[in-house]
């Protein structure tokens, strides 16, 4: 066995990730010494209560509560606690120290991402993030590394499990969205307390930091619009099918170019999505991450979007990696933000509609319709008229699904706004963004 | 505008990546400059000929047949000649010159990948070639730092685009090979000489690549068993379609386990693979990259195998790598072979198959076949059975399509030999593995 150099590797937090990546890094210790160029010795492991059950065993002398004492004199520090603090105060503390750290909380880079970037930046230390957007999915060097020499054009991404498994169960099943909360649940996909992955906020913070990453450009969660996917039931599904599409929770960040130059856009909401396309066929939990970029065309890259041993190989290919750097000499690589592109309000975003409307169903309804539309400019471009029933006032109802060509997302909200108040609109059903053009 | 270090680069040839490269070298300068912290000067273009028509327009007075001097004194050497010599003598010119290497010739880093790795390793520099797999689509980098802390079982990878194009337009139209490749040919898909693609040359040195990275072990060509798709035609097709496959070329490495032992096997050949799977639905010329690892579980890379500007992406990616290594100092990362597995002939390897016989329509011939594959080891998992018209003698012509269960390869060729000899096979229509299991 070669003689390699020790490396002091310390892990903060020991939850399912976690606890994976301690008994990885001792399970193929060689292996992992001859690809690091270095042996990777697990020095400790800090958690809150020693004395916790844990889902698998852990050398009970490696624990320790005193996460200071460890970090210092540690060459890589592996952050696993999530969560705002003291996640972030330990990362700057191991950075300052000297350590190149490793951490796959998505929470804390989309907020203080920056700030551990400059540290890291000031010492010559690297911080890596490969498990922090889209698990296993290696996305993170393709963008900082293999995509450096290209100009990325827009980002598409199924960035969270929990809603594509139960979007694609909705869709497949043809079941209702409370039903496959609960099944979700019952499996342990989704939370106790779903809102994080449900309402978007878990996708907003991924695109947030895959925006910053493609766009070179600093972009703050609060600049990321965010919708969830509770408005989603089961009619609108089976509208979508219909139509040809499948519904998916999308992490959009897109490169616009106008008079005023160039600016992005980042935005997080369910969308309509053509049958045909790549990311219409990711299933169940999985995720993946659609890149057009100018010279490369398009990409897509596909795999496990969450998992506590599918996150534990991202983790330690940053590990890999940072010892790797560490043994190489030489500064990190920093984070490149120099475009800074202004960040658009999703106010100014073009992109088609599917406006779904209740109306009367009498004389001269369509053409009030149409008249609203061609005011607000949004151009129809297709059209699908239903007879489904009778209204309050005892009148015919029909449903109208409108699929219309590319418009200002301003434009359009005012104008299903004014559709709303115009008399002849019983109910608008649903007002979705087609995206995949 | 930052006062950026300057960085000298050479490009050795000028064909449609070399002047996409060369391009986009000048159309982003500012952008590249932001990005690698250096400004990335185009000092010169070795060509054959100065005087050669070209694609693209290139500054006249940076074309030069000397690629000796040009070679000297540059921080980065990009070589996109193809072939083996004078590229190989070029780039270990440059690395021994001081250089870091970018090169996409995949016959070179299939043949004398490990003499320009230890080059490099003795001066500290780096080979960076994620063009030579997979063109646009970021592979190497994946492999070789994602998933450094895991463990890759298998890679099957759709890496050559023309044999795919003809492939996929057989599937969908029904159409013929000869008639497919005579329309590739006139399109630019395939070359006149189209022998390196359908005889799975090209795809052969792919996969040297991919196993090399993957395995942490030196695979030499001659190890990786070969075979193409020219035997692939209509009635083939059809009874894959028919059965639920589609047929594609794949260049698969695997990494074996026995009682001594773990070792790898490296082949490509057409192959059945059930529509359901991931691969099934790359189309056209594209190409994807379809990884199982013990940690990460599935992945998948999609994207364009080839084209003069896709290509140029991935080589671009890997200037700005080499520029940021060049400021950030360190030695470069060396390839790890230090697993050095064995690899295994094509004989030792097990998958499924099926076999489609013609056999004589008459009693006890089902059991004299049976009996052949239960003595060779082979077990039948599916058998379907019709009547396809007379055979040369005038008697009745049956049609049998065997799927096994896992068989080894030798005993199945055996028993292939063994059935074509037995006297009732009429003829041996087709033996094709199913992988993707």
Same mark, same amino acid.
């Given at each position: 066995?070669?003689?390699?150099?020790?490396?002091?590797?310390?892990?903060?937090?020991?939850?399912?990730?976690?606890?994976?990546?301690?008994?990885?890094?001792?399970?193929?210790?060689?292996?992992?010494?001859?690809?690091?160029?270095?042996?990777?010795?697990?020095?400790?492991?800090?958690?809150?209560?020693?004395?916790?059950?844990?889902?698998?065993?852990?050398?009970?002398?490696?624990?320790?509560?005193?996460?200071?004492?460890?970090?210092?004199?540690?060459?890589?520090?592996?952050?696993?606690?999530?969560?705002?603090?003291?996640?972030?105060?330990?990362?700057?503390?191991?950075?300052?120290?000297? $350590?190149?750290?490793?951490? &796959?909380?998505? *929470?804390? =880079? !989309?907020? @203080?991402?920056?700030?551990?970037? #400059?540290?890291?930046?000031?010492?010559?230390?690297?911080?890596?993030?490969?498990?922090?957007?889209?698990?296993?999915?290696?996305?993170?060097?393709?963008?900082?590394?293999?995509?450096?020499?290209?100009?990325?054009?827009?980002?598409?991404?199924?960035?969270?499990?929990?809603?594509?498994?139960?979007?694609?169960?909705?869709?497949?099943?043809?079941?209702?969205?409370?039903?496959?909360?609960?099944?979700?649940?019952?499996?342990?996909?989704?939370?106790?307390?779903?809102?994080?992955?449900?309402?978007?906020?878990? $996708?907003?913070?991924?695109? &947030?930091?895959? *925006?910053? =990453? !493609?766009? @070179?450009?600093?972009?703050?969660? #609060?600049?990321?619009?965010?919708?969830?996917?509770?408005?989603?039931?089961?009619?609108?599904?089976?509208?979508?099918?219909?139509?040809?599409?499948?519904?998916?929770?999308?992490?959009?960040?897109?490169?616009?170019?106008?008079?005023?130059?160039?600016?992005?856009?980042?935005?997080?909401?369910?969308?309509?999505?053509?049958?045909?396309?790549?990311?219409?066929?990711?299933?169940?939990?999985?995720?993946?991450?659609?890149?057009?970029?100018?010279?490369?065309?398009?990409?897509?890259?596909?795999?496990?979007?969450?998992?506590?041993?599918?996150? &534990?190989?991202?983790?330690?290919?940053?590990?890999?990696?940072?010892?790797?750097?560490?043994?190489?000499?030489?500064?990190?690589?920093?984070?490149?933000?120099?475009?800074?592109?202004?960040?658009?309000?999703?106010?100014?975003?073009?992109?088609?509609?599917?406006?779904?409307?209740?109306?009367?169903?009498?004389?001269?309804?369509?053409?009030?319709?149409?008249?609203?539309?061609?005011?607000?400019?949004?151009?129809?471009?297709?059209?699908?008229?239903?007879?489904?029933?009778?209204?309050?006032?005892?009148?015919?109802?029909?449903?109208?699904?409108?699929?219309?060509?590319?418009?200002?997302?301003?434009?359009?909200?005012?104008?299903?706004?004014?559709?709303?108040?115009?008399?002849?609109?019983?109910?608008?059903?649903?007002?979705?963004?087609?995206?995949?053009?």
């Amino acid at each position: 066995m070669t003689d390699y150099r020790r490396l002091r590797v310390a892990l903060l937090g020991a939850g399912s990730v976690g606890s994976q990546v301690a008994s990885l890094l001792r399970q193929h210790a060689d292996e992992l010494a001859d690809r690091a160029g270095a042996r990777l010795e697990l020095v400790g492991i800090a958690v809150r209560d020693v004395d916790a059950p844990r889902d698998a065993e852990l050398p009970r002398e490696l624990l320790t509560t005193d996460a200071d004492a460890l970090i210092v004199g540690s060459d890589i520090v592996i952050e696993l606690m999530g969560g705002i603090e003291p996640a972030r105060t330990y990362l700057l503390q191991a950075i300052n120290s000297g $350590a190149d750290v490793v951490t &796959a909380n998505k *929470a804390l =880079l !989309a907020t @203080h991402g920056p700030e551990l970037f #400059d540290a890291a930046d000031q010492v010559g230390a690297e911080v890596y993030y490969e498990a922090a957007a889209a698990g296993a999915i290696p996305i993170i060097r393709p963008l900082r590394d293999s995509l450096a020499g290209d100009r990325v054009q827009r980002i598409m991404g199924i960035v969270n499990g929990t809603t594509n498994y139960i979007l694609d169960r909705m869709d497949t099943e043809g079941a209702e969205f409370a039903d496959v909360l609960a099944d979700a649940q019952r499996l342990g996909y989704a939370e106790a307390d779903p809102t994080a992955d449900v309402e978007g906020y878990d $996708a907003a913070q991924k695109a &947030a930091i895959l *925006a910053s =990453l !493609a766009f @070179h450009t600093t972009v703050p969660l #609060d600049t990321v619009h965010r919708e969830g996917i509770t408005g989603i039931d089961k009619s609108t599904m089976d509208a979508a099918r219909h139509a040809g599409y499948v519904i998916k929770l999308l992490a959009v960040c897109e490169r616009l170019s106008g008079d005023d130059g160039e600016s992005i856009s980042v935005r997080v909401y369910p969308a309509l999505i053509d049958r045909a396309h790549p990311l219409a066929s990711v299933h169940g939990a999985n995720n993946a991450v659609f890149v057009q970029a100018e010279a490369a065309g398009n990409l897509m890259f596909y795999g496990a979007g969450a998992g506590g041993v599918q996150t &534990a190989s991202a983790v330690l290919g940053d590990v890999v990696s940072a010892a790797r750097r560490h043994i190489a000499g030489g500064v990190g690589v920093g984070e490149s933000t120099l475009a800074n592109l202004p960040i658009v309000p999703v106010g100014r975003v073009t992109t088609r509609y599917q406006i779904t409307l209740e109306v009367d169903d009498r004389p001269g309804v369509l053409a009030t319709v149409a008249g609203i539309l061609s005011e607000g400019r949004v151009s129809i471009a297709t059209l699908e008229q239903t007879v489904v029933g009778d209204g309050a006032d005892g009148s015919g109802v029909a449903r109208l699904v409108i699929g219309t060509h590319k418009a200002l997302e301003q434009d359009l909200s005012e104008t299903v706004d004014r559709l709303a108040a115009s008399g002849v609109v019983e109910r608008v059903v649903s007002v979705l963004r087609v995206e995949g053009d």
